[in-house]
């Protein structure tokens, strides 16, 4: 199956900014949705940001305006652009493919480490 694997993690300073890539070992052109997902040390997994084949993204209330979710199917990758961050938004970032509204398809990876400092 399909294997994605997170890069683009680092420390940033509150209010700056960080792109993530979620890169694909095939094509995605077959995937519908593809989804970012985030954990902070002692809360759950949540979904931040999901985008279809076709454009369409959704996103969590806290990152709504700070946050884009793209992709670009040609080189089989999922972004997902981080502006304005906050402290808030420390967590290790995962991708994955969402079914539903809370399962995935894929066994979690490694994830990219998203650190904020005040």
């Known amino acids: 199956q399909v294997h994605l694997v997170e890069s683009g993690g680092g420390l940033v300073q509150a209010g700056g900014s960080l792109r993530l890539s979620c890169a694909a070992s095939?094509?995605?052109?077959?995937?519908?949705?593809m989804g970012w997902y985030r954990q902070a040390p002692g809360k759950q997994r949540e979904l931040v940001a999901s985008i279809t084949s076709d454009g369409n993204t959704n996103y969590a209330d806290s990152v709504k305006g700070r946050f884009t979710v793209s992709r670009d199917n040609a080189e089989n990758t999922m972004y997902l652009q981080m502006n304005s961050l906050k402290p808030e938004d420390t967590a290790v970032y995962y991708c994955n493919i969402p079914i539903g509204l809370r399962a995935v398809r894929l066994m979690w990876g490694q994830g990219t480490q998203v650190t904020v400092s005040s």
């Open positions: 095939g094509s995605i052109f077959s995937i519908n949705t």
